[in-house]
């Protein structure tokens, strides 16, 4: 017993060919280089083709033919939904034996590896490819494509505009490469470009079936601020926002809703742009065609302001019939003024019927016809020399506007401002916006003006001047204005009087200047022309020639008695001989 128990097993023994009766014996190097001969030659970091074993949740079996089955994250077979057991796929040999002796495959670097080989043929051959929709980002989706990340814009998504991304994530769907940069390595695939060929064929099918007139179901696709999209079963058409409604509408959000089934009339198409002009107020009777037979000019009528602008504004008196009210016939006012000093959009009025005519559908409205036009009775409320209280409304270089009222106005003539002051400007009198006294001079009711006056409210202050600034007579005065041709001088009894520079000379030679207060002689006054004509030269002068002019007076009584004595000595008979001459002449004529 001994003896077995030192007896060691032979390492290389084969037993089975031991049972089977064989006497060849076959080393262990033998055995293990049989059984690699019939394992693949499998190389680290290269790409092979494996068989899906089996799937689960979170890991998917591969078998490439090593003596170990490789595992691989779901995850990576994502984009594949349709993956199942015994499907070839390619793998990337990542490591042939880990720590744990288990064989690291990726299926997604053996994708990234050939990527961009595939995602350039695909573009080349237009050929159809499936990808994940991993998420969102701006503008758009992120897609993964082979591995590789590409880029779907949000309207390359579908032929209808998406309102809502995130349904789409987690999806996966067939799509187009439809633009590569090889630089950056951007892709940027499409859905839409898979069916648009088939609805391009449909749309031509469709097109090729319209009719003006014809009335078909569609249902809104999208609404903008200028109409509304309707999709009429794989094309779409256009309801301009005039057509929507035969009253005026400034969203079409008013009329209809997204996604909202509506009958549309077509208007019009394009075969070859494929537009497709389409129409829904056409659907109903023109409000023009029900408006009340026995609506006439002159009656009153109610509506709502639905447009306003510079020129008028627009009142709807029932859904789709409007009538325009020029600015001319808001006010009895001659004043030009806007429509928006008046109205408002949405203001309710009331408005007399001016115009009718329905063949045109046309109306014209007034608002001042509801009052009294105050230029009926314009003699009785301002009669002529009647004192008032007006607004300026505006200037001119030759008088003011004046409003007594709204539709009364009048003109103050620049020379019916101040008796007394010269007014270049109105402006220098008053300003717009403020009072004014007035006095009514004229009427003109066929052309609606009056002339007005204000400086006839006081007295006439000429009268009173006509007394004071006698010709000779000496006032003292304050050059107010000089000027090339003279000298304005405010006197101190009031008005103002003017002087020639020649008149303006002082005692001592020098020129009399701008603010001087000096004495001044009335050398001519004109009270129809309000002319005052002074000189402070003569103030002066006319002192030092009153000797001579003594002088001339005394001479002139000393020569009086000579001719008194010539006449003295002329005889009676002289004078009887000259009459008879004078007869003689007078019976020669």
């Not at 031991?18 to 190389?43: H, I, Q, R, W």
């Not at 590896?113 to 701006?138: D, F, H, M, P």
């Not at 209280?389 to 009222?405: D, H, P, Q, S, Y």
Request: charged letters at 30%.
């Amino acid at each position: 017993m001994s003896d077995l128990k030192n007896v060691q097993p032979l390492a290389d023994f084969n037993w089975d060919e031991f049972e089977n009766g064989s006497n060849v014996s076959v080393s262990k190097e033998e055995l293990e280089k049989a059984y690699d001969e019939t394992l693949n030659k499998v190389s680290e970091h290269q790409v092979v083709d494996g068989t899906v074993i089996s799937i689960d949740k979170k890991e998917v079996v591969v078998n490439i033919g090593y003596k170990s089955d490789g595992i691989i994250p779901a995850s990576e077979f994502r984009y594949n939904p349709e993956l199942k057991v015994g499907d070839t796929v390619e793998v990337y040999v990542e490591n042939q034996e880990d720590k744990k002796g288990q064989l690291l495959l990726s299926h997604k670097k053996a994708r990234l590896s050939k990527s961009w080989e595939r995602i350039n043929a695909a573009l080349e051959n237009e050929e159809v490819i499936q990808g994940y929709i991993k998420c969102r980002t701006k503008g758009g989706m992120i897609v993964d494509v082979f591995g590789i990340e590409a880029f779907l814009p949000g309207s390359q998504i579908d032929v209808h505009p998406i309102r809502d991304y995130d349904v789409f994530v987690g999806k996966t769907m067939e799509f187009k490469v439809v633009k590569i940069n090889q630089e950056f390595r951007n892709v940027v695939v499409s859905h839409k470009a898979l069916i648009e060929a088939e609805l391009e064929a449909q749309k031509k099918e469709i097109i090729s079936k319209l009719e003006k007139g014809q009335i078909l179901e569609g249902t809104v696709k999208n609404i903008t601020s200028y109409g509304v999209f309707v999709d009429l079963g794989g094309v779409d058409g256009l309801i301009h926002i005039t057509d929507l409604s035969w009253g005026r509408v400034s969203d079409p959000h008013e009329v209809v809703s997204l996604d909202q089934k509506i009958n549309v009339v077509i208007l019009d198409f394009d075969n070859d742009k494929k537009r497709i002009a389409l129409g829904l107020k056409q659907l109903t009777p023109h409000p023009w065609d029900a408006l009340d037979p026995n609506l006439k000019v002159g009656d009153h009528v109610k509506g709502k302001v639905v447009v306003i602008a510079d020129y008028g504004a627009f009142v709807e008196i029932a859904p789709g019939v409007e009538g325009l009210i020029h600015v001319s016939e808001m006010s009895w006012s001659q004043h030009l003024r806007s429509a928006q000093e008046f109205l408002h959009v949405g203001d309710e009025v009331e408005a007399v019927i001016l115009t009718l005519d329905r063949e045109e559908r046309k109306m014209s409205l007034g608002i001042k016809q509801l009052k009294e036009d105050p230029w009926e009775t314009i003699e009785v409320k301002y009669p002529i020399g009647s004192k008032h209280t007006a607004k300026v409304r505006n200037f001119t270089n030759f008088g003011i506007f004046v409003e007594l009222e709204e539709g009364v106005d009048g003109l103050i003539h620049i020379s019916d401002l101040s008796w007394t002051k010269k007014v270049k400007h109105p402006s220098e009198f008053t300003q717009v916006g403020a009072d004014i006294d007035v006095v009514v001079l004229e009427i003109d009711k066929e052309n609606r003006r009056l002339s007005l006056g204000h400086k006839q409210l006081e007295d006439n202050p000429w009268d009173t001047y006509e007394t004071i600034y006698t010709p000779g007579s000496i006032h003292t005065g304050k050059i107010t204005e000089i000027m090339d041709k003279g000298a304005v001088i405010a006197l101190n009894e009031g008005g103002e009087g003017f002087a020639t520079p020649k008149h303006l000379v002082k005692e001592d030679g020098s020129q009399a200047q701008l603010g001087e207060e000096l004495q001044f002689k009335v050398i001519e006054f004109v009270k129809e022309t309000k002319r005052i004509i002074l000189s402070h030269s003569r103030t002066f002068e006319d002192v030092k020639d009153e000797p001579k002019k003594a002088a001339r007076k005394k001479s002139k009584k000393e020569e009086a008695p000579a001719i008194n004595n010539v006449a003295a000595g002329t005889t009676l008979g002289d004078i009887d001989a000259l009459a008879e001459l004078k007869a003689k002449m007078e019976k020669g004529e």
